[in-house]
């Protein structure tokens, strides 16, 4: 019988399979790859196996919490730790986000109110609780007789945040940013000095005390970045849980006893 394959159909066939991907041919007897392969003359065998690369060393540039860390000890004063933090390139929120948001209020107050991270409006106007939770928060402050626009340090608010720059749609920030601008904040908290910490919400607690759990933690006194802390609601959370306002006026009055103390 007489075979149907012609050389061009063969031809086609073959132009077919490499289209396919096929790289090479099936012999007519079969090949055992796992023997060893006979040895090139002139090259001698290796002896001995190869030895694996040296590890790479990761400097200082290469590691951002490490760069974070220089970049802040460096910083003298509060203008340079703006400086520092808006040219430092490692965290790609700042490449989503329109304004670093650095602080407001008095640097030369005794409490020092550390939030999360800036939501829409923060990012818009370039300052930490401008909006309905800023808003929210000037009232709590208010009630105990604070405001970050007093003069007197006794009676004044400075405010900052953890990130400074706004996380795309408004989600939590990652374990990897914190960690890589947490030498930023502390390096802020060294140059405020103030006599008490608020640590607000539960990103606030995790960079400061290693922890989270703000419904366990509120309402305790502490200590993060080397000073008084007292963690708090997020005035956020707040305003999605009415309910809680109860316990935060607790802290409010407790954090107001302290102050008092101090004078």
Known sequence: MESSVTSQSALAMLSWQIELGATETIGDSPINRYDTPPEKPGKAPCSEPASMPAPAIISAADDPVKEAEKAASSCSDLNALQSSMQSFEHCDLKRGARNLVFSDGNPKAWVMIIGEAP??????????FVGRA????????AAINL???RQAPETAAYITNVLPWRPPQNRDPKPEEIAMLLPFVQRHVELIDPQVIVLMGNISCQAG?????ITRLRGTW???YGKPALPMFHPAYLLRSPHAKREAWADLLDLQARLRAST
């Open 209 to 213: 005390l290693g922890r989270r759990g």
């Open 119 to 128: 939501g829409r409006d923060e990012d818009r106007i370039g300052k930490p």
């Open 134 to 141: 800023g808003q929210l928060l000037d009232k709590m402050l």
């Open 147 to 149: 405001s970050r626009e």
């Open 222 to 224: 502490t200590e993060a």
